[in-house]
């Protein structure tokens, strides 16, 4: 028999320490950096390669050559020299390629010439699966875009950019003056809809923005909406430019973002998957990363200062931001990086032993492919399934893209123009509010009533009260939370004040009518039978509640007037007074309600558990202090509770326990919405009801399927550390008060 | 007359005691006693306790000693279902008086159980309880009281080191004599003991014998025993029950001496069922 237990026990252990260690598998990716492989080396032909891309299935390379080329490279063995075709007519006999930026986003290259000509060049892979194989045949094509020519004096033009907003198009570049100056001209391309489509892009209006200038600019990037232009001067300084469908340009915004460096001289400037953030380099490897935000008290998005990384060894020889995330490679001499803007965590870097000519990240972020300076192309296969989580997403204050501000925040569906946010802590807050409000409600009121029923009411009393609370103690939750979320919260969101008052009138009416009873004169007294008490007081303080909750509605009318809009007249609201007057958020499913639906469940638990550890008192004890001339009342609160404090404490351990890990009622009941505060008037999202809304968006062993896992965990550990605690000074306690043998 | 009985009580507690003139202290008439509401356990008791004297309750188990013993403060009152009849005074005035608080009552009657049951708290504060709970709390007061409870039951000596440290560290017999002092604390006037050395070694039981010699100078006591030679040794007084029924009731000397009743004298000469 003992065996038995023994095995039972020992394997419910081990049954916990499985699932523990199960969980800390599920979550351990999360915090492993890239893993780069050995790279397979090609011989690409030496053609003067100015830059290259690749194809989202790895099979073919694209390479703009100085002369103004395009060629295709299919990948196809290790180590050979790879053939090279081409696919495009080159360029026109007249276009004198002068300067050219490879937009690696979106596999674009914008040129330009000699004369102010600009071209746009998008390079297509259609995928051919016809083959039967696994790998695809990989066709290419080229999309070329009009020519757009900027200015009349035909200068040279160079750093052109091209944007194709949803609503405009922006092709924009640097030109040179007649005076030796360096100006901005840009043109808006117009598409007109007709009847099969869309029909030929135009040019439409141009603007040169030399007046607007403050200096001699350098680069120029267009925002990925192409209505707005970024313009940076070779001291460093950076202006932002809005410009519209007339081609009307307004200065926005000037900022200077190595203003921490002195004498720091701008370099580059590129954007993040997103256009969202642009990334600045000095001369010197130093770089820092902007984003646009909206900022309130201006009421329009500008560039806040966002993110700093560690200095490159050297001044930065190439970047390429990803496609899949926000992460992206810089190179400097041999060395490389891959750095991820959200965190700013260094997901991978090496010194190779190559000298890096240019280093892109492939499409499905499966490999880093460097260019070196001798025309061998070297392809790291890479292992980086998580990269956006870490201790930083987790746990760290960020500042995300498009707000000011470094928040914690939760918002599982990111994408390019939407970052993901993992934070664990408001999911951590929510929690501790939803389990602080559910003990706020809970605790008193299953105390007091386990003190009552175990120590003053009668014996045959208790013989139904005891199992009608068991009975609650196994309502399934998820009809607590349907009741709550469905029924009681319209109720008590619209009436506030009656419901704190009819709270208040119970307290009240008890203690009056307890007051009156000690007057009453004894005769009437002593003729209600010890134990019985409860029922002449229970009419009073229930007329009292009912009163209260009347005449909650009386002191809504009275004390929280507030003009309502649509109905065009003052109305007592203490809802829109929470909003209007206190300026707290105020959600139908809230805290309160919550913390009532929730008190359902937790009550029955923390009554049984201390009521059979009070009932357990040895009654020895108890008729020892009656025996001394002691009341009940005396006996309970000297005696009984101090005696049976261990088990009492374990059962608002065990109470806790099922606050924090309650699911059902936590979802149904509230918004779930993400709060880090502890309004009563708003609700929250808690780890486990944020598991449980999230599992079915979780695809397996993705980033977010093991960020629930981590969830998990977190709820694990908050409550074996709190069951630990709670172990030790119930030991404690219970030495203390141990009963004689 | 309810009035008298309460201004007495209060008046008691705190002043020295003059002796009583009136030798039935405790007067149990007709008493009938029942639990469960029709379970009779006690049938027409009618005995008279004096003051200042060791009453001993003897007779074979189950037959109802302790019962009437705990109606003496009325301890059975927490029990459900219980009735009784006939009537129980004390100094003439009935403790089942509508109108008598329990609390009041019991603060003027001690009680020893037959198992020690200190509370799981400090010596000291073992003690001064019964002062604690009648709001009596200065220091001066309650340093004094243990000293003298303690003296009063023995114990002194053995404890006056320790009395910040638990009741459970004490051993068997000095628990029970705790429980003694604790029960004589607020000077009562009656002290009720259910078997007080039944779970105690001989020497310890001698320790409370004499104890119970010395205490009967001050109070009046009732003592519930099943040794004989114990009852013999303490008690002034004997009463005998039988199946709920007082059998014989007199002088302890003629109780075991020469017994009026053939079923007396069976059962204090030990040949009983
Ligand atoms: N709480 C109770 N409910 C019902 N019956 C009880 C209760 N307490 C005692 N009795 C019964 O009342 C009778 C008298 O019990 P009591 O305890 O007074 O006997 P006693 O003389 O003290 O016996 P002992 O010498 O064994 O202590 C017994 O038959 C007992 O079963
Ligand atoms: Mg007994």
Same mark, same amino acid.
């Given at each position: 028999?003992?065996?038995?237990?023994?095995?039972?026990?020992?394997?419910?252990?081990?049954?916990?320490?499985?699932?523990?260690?199960?969980?800390?598998?599920?979550?351990?990716?999360?915090?492993? +950096?890239?893993? /780069?492989?050995?790279?397979?080396?090609? /011989?690409? %032909?030496?053609?003067?390669?100015?830059?290259?891309?690749?194809?989202?299935?790895?099979?073919?390379?694209?390479?703009?050559?100085?002369?103004?080329?395009? #060629?295709? $490279?299919?990948?196809?063995?290790?180590?050979?020299?790879?053939?090279?075709?081409?696919?495009?007519?080159?360029?026109?006999?007249?276009?004198?390629?002068?300067?050219? #930026?490879?937009?690696?986003?979106?596999?674009?290259?914008?040129?330009?010439?000699?004369?102010?000509?600009?071209?746009?060049?998008?390079?297509?892979?259609?995928?051919?699966?016809?083959?039967?194989?696994?790998?695809?045949?990989?066709?290419?094509?080229?999309?070329?875009?009009?020519?757009?020519?900027?200015?009349?004096?035909?200068?040279?033009? &160079?750093?052109?950019? #091209?944007? +194709?907003?949803?609503?405009?198009?922006?092709?924009?570049?640097?030109?040179?003056?007649?005076?030796?100056?360096?100006?901005?001209?840009?043109?808006?391309?117009?598409?007109?809809?007709?009847?099969?489509?869309?029909?030929?892009?135009?040019?439409?209006?141009?603007?040169?923005?030399?007046?607007?200038?403050?200096?001699?600019?350098?680069?120029?990037?267009? $925002?990925?909406?192409?209505?707005?232009?970024?313009?940076?001067?070779?001291?460093?300084?950076?202006?932002? !430019?809005?410009?519209?469908?007339?081609?009307?340009?307004?200065?926005?915004?000037?900022?200077?973002?190595?203003?921490?460096?002195?004498?720091?001289? !701008?370099?580059?400037?590129?954007?993040?998957?997103?256009?969202?953030?642009?990334? &600045?380099?000095?001369?010197?490897?130093?770089?820092?990363?902007?984003?646009?935000?909206?900022?309130?008290?201006?009421?329009?998005?500008?560039?806040?200062?966002?993110?700093?990384?560690?200095?490159?060894?050297?001044?930065?020889?190439?970047?390429?931001?990803?496609?899949?995330?926000?992460?992206?490679?810089?190179?400097?001499?041999?060395?490389?990086?891959?750095?991820?803007?959200?965190?700013?965590?260094?997901?991978?870097?090496?010194?190779?032993?190559?000298?890096?000519?240019?280093?892109?990240? +492939?499409?499905?972020?499966?490999?880093?492919?460097?260019?070196?300076?001798?025309?061998?192309?070297?392809?790291?296969?890479? /292992?980086?399934?998580?990269?956006?989580?870490?201790?930083? @997403?987790?746990?760290?204050?960020?500042?995300?893209?498009?707000?000011?501000?470094?928040?914690?925040?939760?918002?599982?569906?990111?994408? @390019?123009?939407?970052?993901?946010?993992?934070?664990?802590?408001?999911?951590?807050?929510?929690? $501790?509010?939803?389990?602080?409000?559910?003990? &706020?409600?809970?605790?008193?009121?299953?105390?007091?009533?386990?003190?009552?029923?175990?120590?003053?009411?009668?014996?045959?009393?208790?013989?139904?009260?005891?199992?009608?609370?068991?009975?609650?103690?196994?309502?399934?939750?998820?009809?607590?939370?349907?009741?709550?979320?469905?029924?009681?919260? %319209?109720?008590?969101?619209?009436?506030?004040?009656?419901?704190?008052?009819?709270?208040?009138?119970?307290?009240?009416?008890?203690?009056?009518?307890?007051?009156?009873?000690?007057?009453?004169?004894?005769?009437?007294?002593?003729?209600? %039978?010890?134990?019985?008490?409860?029922?002449?007081?229970?009419? %009073?303080?229930? &007329?009292?509640?009912?009163?209260?909750?009347? !005449?909650?509605?009386?002191?809504?009318?009275?004390?929280?007037?507030?003009?309502?809009?649509? *109905?065009?007249?003052?109305?007592?609201?203490?809802?829109?007074?929470?909003?209007?007057?206190?300026?707290?958020?105020?959600?139908?499913?809230?805290?309160?309600?919550?913390?009532?639906?929730?008190?359902? @469940?937790?009550?029955?638990?923390?009554?049984?558990?201390?009521?059979?550890?009070?009932?357990?008192?040895?009654?020895?004890?108890?008729?020892?202090?009656?025996?001394?001339?002691?009341?009940?009342?005396?006996?309970?609160?000297?005696?009984?509770?101090?005696?049976?404090?261990?088990?009492?404490?374990? +059962?608002?351990?065990?109470?806790?326990?099922? @606050?924090?890990?309650?699911?059902?009622?936590?979802?149904?009941?509230?918004?779930?919405?993400?709060?880090?505060?502890?309004?009563?008037?708003?609700?929250?999202?808690? $780890?486990?009801?944020?598991?449980?809304?999230?599992?079915?968006?979780?695809?397996?062993?993705?980033?977010?399927?093991?960020?629930? !896992?981590?969830?998990?965990?977190?709820?694990?550990?908050?409550?074996?550390?709190?069951?630990?605690?709670?172990?030790? *000074?119930?030991?404690?306690?219970?030495?203390?008060?141990?009963? /004689?043998? | 007359?309810?009035?008298?009985?309460?201004?007495?009580?209060?008046?008691?507690?705190?002043?020295?005691?003059?002796?009583?003139?009136?030798?039935?202290?405790?007067?149990?008439?007709?008493?009938?006693?029942?639990?469960?509401?029709?379970?009779?356990?006690?049938?027409?008791?009618?005995?008279?306790?004096?003051?200042?004297?060791?009453?001993?309750?003897?007779?074979?188990?189950?037959?109802?000693?302790?019962?009437?013993?705990?109606?003496?403060?009325?301890?059975?009152?927490?029990?459900?279902?219980?009735?009784?009849?006939?009537?129980?005074?004390?100094?003439?005035?009935?403790?089942?008086?509508?109108?008598?608080?329990?609390?009041?009552?019991?603060?003027?009657?001690?009680?020893?159980?037959?198992?020690?049951?200190?509370?799981?708290?400090?010596?000291?504060?073992?003690?001064?309880?019964?002062?604690?709970?009648?709001?009596?709390?200065?220091?001066?007061?309650?340093?004094?009281?243990?000293?003298?409870?303690?003296?009063?039951?023995?114990?002194?000596?053995?404890?006056?080191?320790?009395?910040?440290?638990?009741?459970?560290?004490?051993?068997?017999?000095?628990?029970?004599?705790?429980?003694?002092?604790?029960?004589?604390?607020?000077?009562?006037?009656?002290?009720?003991?259910?078997?007080?050395?039944?779970?105690?070694?001989?020497?310890?039981?001698?320790?409370?014998?004499?104890?119970?010699?010395?205490?009967?100078?001050?109070?009046?006591?009732?003592?519930?025993?099943?040794?004989?030679?114990?009852?013999?040794?303490?008690?002034?007084?004997?009463?005998?029950?039988?199946?709920?029924?007082?059998?014989?009731?007199?002088?302890?000397?003629?109780?075991?001496?020469?017994?009026?009743?053939?079923?007396?004298?069976?059962?204090?000469?030990?040949?009983?069922?």
């Amino acid at each position: 028999m003992t065996g038995l237990i023994m095995v039972g026990g020992v394997s419910i252990i081990v049954a916990v320490f499985f699932i523990f260690v199960f969980i800390a598998f599920k979550i351990m990716p999360l915090f492993r +950096a890239a893993e /780069v492989s050995e790279a397979q080396t090609f /011989v690409v %032909p030496d053609k003067g390669i100015l830059s290259f891309g690749v194809d989202e299935s790895r099979q073919m390379l694209y390479v703009l050559t100085e002369a103004g080329d395009l #060629y295709f $490279l299919p990948l196809a063995e290790e180590g050979g020299e790879v053939p090279a075709f081409t696919v495009d007519a080159g360029l026109a006999g007249d276009f004198e390629l002068h300067s050219f #930026y490879h937009d690696l986003q979106r596999d674009r290259f914008v040129l330009t010439s000699n004369d102010g000509r600009v071209q746009v060049k998008e390079i297509r892979f259609t995928q051919d699966f016809s083959g039967g194989t696994a790998n695809p045949v990989v066709r290419p094509s080229i999309n070329l875009l009009p020519e757009v020519r900027l200015g009349t004096e035909n200068r040279p033009a &160079f750093g052109a950019v #091209y944007s +194709a907003g949803d609503r405009q198009r922006l092709v924009a570049a640097l030109q040179e003056t007649g005076d030796g100056r360096t100006t901005v001209r840009a043109a808006i391309l117009t598409q007109r809809r007709t009847p099969f489509g869309p029909g030929p892009l135009q040019i439409g209006a141009q603007a040169d923005l030399l007046d607007l200038l403050s200096g001699e600019p350098k680069q120029i990037l267009a $925002l990925g909406t192409g209505d707005g232009l970024v313009v940076a001067y070779t001291d460093g300084r950076i202006e932002f !430019f809005s410009i519209n469908a007339q081609a009307e340009t307004r200065r926005v915004q000037g900022f200077d973002p190595f203003a921490e460096r002195t004498g720091a001289s !701008f370099s580059r400037m590129e954007f993040i998957l997103g256009d969202q953030t642009i990334v &600045f380099f000095d001369e010197t490897g130093y770089h820092v990363a902007w984003n646009l935000a909206f900022i309130p008290e201006e009421a329009r998005r500008l560039f806040i200062p966002s993110k700093t990384f560690d200095d490159l060894p050297g001044p930065l020889e190439s970047f390429a931001p990803s496609r899949r995330n926000k992460t992206f490679l810089v190179t400097s001499g041999n060395f490389a990086r891959l750095s991820l803007l959200t965190t700013m965590a260094t997901r991978w870097q090496a010194n190779l032993d190559f000298d890096i000519h240019q280093a892109i990240i +492939a499409p499905r972020y499966d490999a880093l492919i460097f260019l070196d300076t001798r025309s061998r192309l070297h392809i790291k296969e890479m /292992v980086d399934d998580h990269p956006i989580a870490g201790f930083t @997403a987790f746990f760290a204050r960020i500042q995300y893209e498009g707000r000011p501000g470094r928040i914690w925040d939760w918002q599982s569906d990111g994408g @390019a123009d939407f970052e993901r946010k993992l934070s664990m802590v408001p999911l951590m807050i929510g929690t $501790l509010k939803g389990t602080v409000y559910a003990m &706020f409600i809970a605790v008193p009121i299953a105390l007091l009533s386990a003190v009552y029923v175990s120590q003053f009411l009668r014996p045959s009393l208790k013989r139904v009260v005891k199992p009608t609370m068991e009975i609650m103690a196994s309502l399934p939750s998820v009809i607590l939370g349907f009741f709550a979320g469905m029924w009681l919260s %319209p109720i008590i969101s619209n009436a506030v004040p009656s419901v704190m008052l009819a709270v208040i009138g119970i307290f009240v009416g008890a203690l009056i009518t307890g007051l009156v009873w000690t007057r009453l004169p004894k005769h009437i007294r002593l003729r209600v %039978p010890t134990g019985w008490e409860f029922f002449f007081v229970l009419g %009073p303080a229930l &007329f009292v509640a009912f009163l209260g909750w009347q !005449f909650g509605q009386v002191v809504e009318n009275w004390l929280f007037v507030q003009y309502d809009e649509s *109905l065009g007249r003052d109305v007592g609201s203490f809802r829109m007074w929470v909003v209007q007057v206190l300026g707290w958020d105020f959600e139908t499913r809230n805290a309160l309600v919550v913390g009532f639906a929730m008190g359902f @469940a937790v009550i029955p638990i923390i009554f049984t558990i201390s009521e059979d550890s009070m009932s357990n008192v040895p009654n020895a004890f108890r008729s020892g202090s009656l025996a001394l001339g002691a009341s009940r009342w005396q006996t309970a609160m000297r005696i009984v509770i101090p005696t049976a404090a261990a088990g009492i404490f374990s +059962a608002l351990m065990i109470g806790f326990g099922r @606050a924090i890990g309650e699911t059902m009622i936590m979802v149904m009941a509230t918004g779930n919405a993400v709060v880090q505060d502890f309004n009563p008037f708003t609700g929250m999202r808690t $780890l486990s009801a944020n598991i449980a809304v999230e599992i079915s968006e979780a695809e397996q062993n993705g980033t977010l399927y093991r960020t629930l !896992f981590l969830c998990a965990f977190i709820l694990f550990v908050f409550t074996f550390t709190l069951n630990t605690f709670a172990e030790l *000074l119930r030991q404690w306690l219970r030495k203390r008060y141990r009963a /004689v043998e | 007359m309810s009035h008298s009985f309460q201004t007495k009580v209060q008046a008691r507690s705190a002043a020295e005691k003059e002796p009583s003139t009136q030798p039935d202290f405790i007067q149990v008439r007709d008493f009938n006693f029942y639990y469960d509401g029709h379970k009779q356990v006690l049938f027409d008791l009618n005995l008279d306790i004096p003051k200042q004297k060791v009453t001993a309750f003897i007779g074979p188990s189950g037959c109802g000693k302790s019962t009437l013993l705990r109606n003496i403060n009325r301890m059975n009152d927490l029990i459900d279902g219980i009735r009784h009849e006939g009537d129980i005074t004390i100094d003439g005035h009935s403790i089942f008086d509508p109108l008598l608080e329990v609390i009041s009552l019991r603060k003027r009657i001690g009680m020893v159980f037959q198992k020690s049951n200190p509370f799981p708290k400090s010596i000291y504060e073992n003690i001064v309880y019964s002062l604690r709970v009648a709001g009596r709390n200065r220091k001066a007061e309650l340093d004094e009281v243990v000293e003298r409870s303690l003296r009063g039951a023995a114990l002194w000596e053995e404890v006056k080191d320790r009395l910040q440290e638990s009741a459970f560290g004490l051993s068997g017999g000095q628990m029970q004599r705790l429980c003694i002092a604790r029960a004589i604390a607020n000077r009562p006037e009656i002290l009720l003991m259910d078997e007080p050395c039944s779970a105690l070694d001989p020497i310890a039981t001698g320790k409370v014998e004499n104890l119970i010699h010395e205490l009967k100078k001050e109070f009046t006591i009732v003592i519930v025993t099943h040794n004989m030679q114990q009852a013999a040794r303490v008690s002034d007084r004997t009463a005998f029950f039988y199946l709920g029924k007082l059998i014989e009731y007199d002088e302890t000397e003629k109780i075991f001496m020469n017994p009026g009743n053939p079923q007396t004298e069976a059962y204090v000469s030990g040949r009983f069922g």
